[in-house]
């Protein structure tokens, strides 16, 4: 009997048809906003394939008597109970790596563009201002300090595109030892939270959410941010207190900030984070571009085929 591939957000349609062959694939990108629909398909399902919205909990799996696989298309794993899975031989698949150039980018231009100051102008020049002497005041990136919170792949390609833009990075990881090569072959300097935080002109997150660092960034450490810093977070919204920032950007304490994630998805009317000054949100799509659409969703797709084909 062929095997059911279900799959519930956006996937770039060439790797949806190389998923095809051999499989009954069923693509419905707006289950992940009809949770009951989906659960009414997934009994027969033998793999699922998701992005970072559609919940895999303890209810969902229930209904999945048949799973064997999780492609994830992305790299966290927060959506999915991955304990569960294991304990149902459920095997769960990260898109590692497939997008971390994407991230890289976003991180290294927006920190030039929030150090810059000087592209958040489009309403006061289309109302007749010309605010041309507060806004030549920006800095360069050239010679100022990025610090990076967390020292993985997409962290590592940061600090690459980085330092050939001119910044000097430094990196803060319990993870990796100090004596650890990748310290030396990179040219970053690994030092301590505070100093960390003391130092950096630009700060940007890589870290997952976990019950260790939520809320890592919250007032103590916004105040212990070096006067102007901008701050970044790519990584999971949970990670920042959105409040405390808000506050540390109307206080004037920070120079700006960029949120990609947020706690809650997608961001409430009438969050804290409303009308904040030199504040740049994005909708989660720091990793999401075209060309890592396609390595995500090529590499997922080659993992849940080869999956299913070995358990046949």
Same mark, same amino acid.
């Given at each position: 009997m062929m095997k059911t591939i279900c799959i519930s957000e956006f996937m770039d349609p060439v790797a949806v048809q190389a998923l095809t062959p051999g499989f009954d694939v069923?693509?419905?990108?707006?289950?992940?906003?009809?949770?009951?629909?989906?659960?009414?398909?997934?009994?027969?399902?033998?793999?699922?394939?998701?992005?970072?919205?559609?919940?895999?909990?303890?209810a969902l799996l229930a209904a999945a008597s048949r799973l064997r696989v999780v492609g994830r298309l992305g790299v966290g794993l927060d959506n999915i109970d991955v304990e569960a899975c294991q304990r149902r031989g459920i095997r769960v698949i990260p898109a590692l790596g497939a997008n971390a150039r994407s991230v890289a980018e976003y991180v290294v231009t927006t920190a030039a563009v929030?150090?810059?100051?000087?592209?958040?102008?489009?309403?006061?020049?289309?109302?007749?201002?010309?605010?041309?002497?507060?806004?030549?005041?920006?800095?360069?990136?050239?010679?100022?300090?990025?610090?990076? @919170?967390?020292?993985?792949?997409?962290? /590592?390609?940061?600090?690459?595109?980085? #330092?050939?833009?001119? !910044?000097?990075?430094? $990196?803060?990881?319990?993870?990796?030892?100090?004596?650890?090569?990748?310290?030396?072959?990179?040219g970053v300097r690994g030092v301590g939270f505070d100093?960390?935080?003391?130092?950096?002109?630009?700060?940007?997150?890589? @870290?997952?959410?976990?019950?260790?660092? /939520?809320?890592?960034?919250?007032?103590? #450490?916004?105040?212990? !941010?070096?006067?102007? $810093?901008?701050?970044?977070?790519?990584?999971?919204?949970?990670?920042?207190?959105?409040?405390a920032l808000a506050d540390a950007l109307r206080a004037g304490h920070l120079g700006g900030a960029a949120l990609d994630v947020f706690t809650e998805e997608p961001l409430p009317v009438g969050s804290p984070l409303a009308e904040a000054p030199n504040l740049i949100l994005t909708p989660h799509i720091g990793g999401v571009t075209q060309e890592a659409n396609a390595r995500v969703s090529m590499m997922i797709a080659q993992a849940v085929r080869a999956t299913l084909e070995a358990n046949s």
């Open positions: 069923q693509y419905e990108p707006g289950w992940v906003d009809r949770r009951a629909d989906l659960m009414g398909v997934l009994d027969g399902a033998h793999a699922l394939i998701v992005r970072n919205r559609t919940q895999v909990d303890a929030l150090l810059r100051g000087a592209y958040l102008s489009g309403a006061e020049m289309s109302a007749g201002k010309w605010p041309r002497a507060r806004l030549s005041d920006g800095r360069e990136a050239l010679g100022k300090t990025l610090g990076l @919170v967390g020292f993985g792949d997409i962290g /590592r390609r940061t600090a690459a595109l980085a #330092r050939a833009f001119g !910044m000097e990075v430094i $990196a803060h990881d319990p993870m990796l030892a100090a004596d650890d090569p990748v310290w030396a072959t990179s100093e960390l935080l003391a130092q950096a002109d630009a700060v940007s997150l890589h @870290v997952p959410l976990v019950p260790a660092t /939520r809320h890592l960034i919250d007032v103590g #450490r916004l105040a212990a !941010m070096k006067s102007g $810093a901008v701050l970044i977070n790519t990584a999971r919204g949970g990670v920042v207190d959105e409040a």
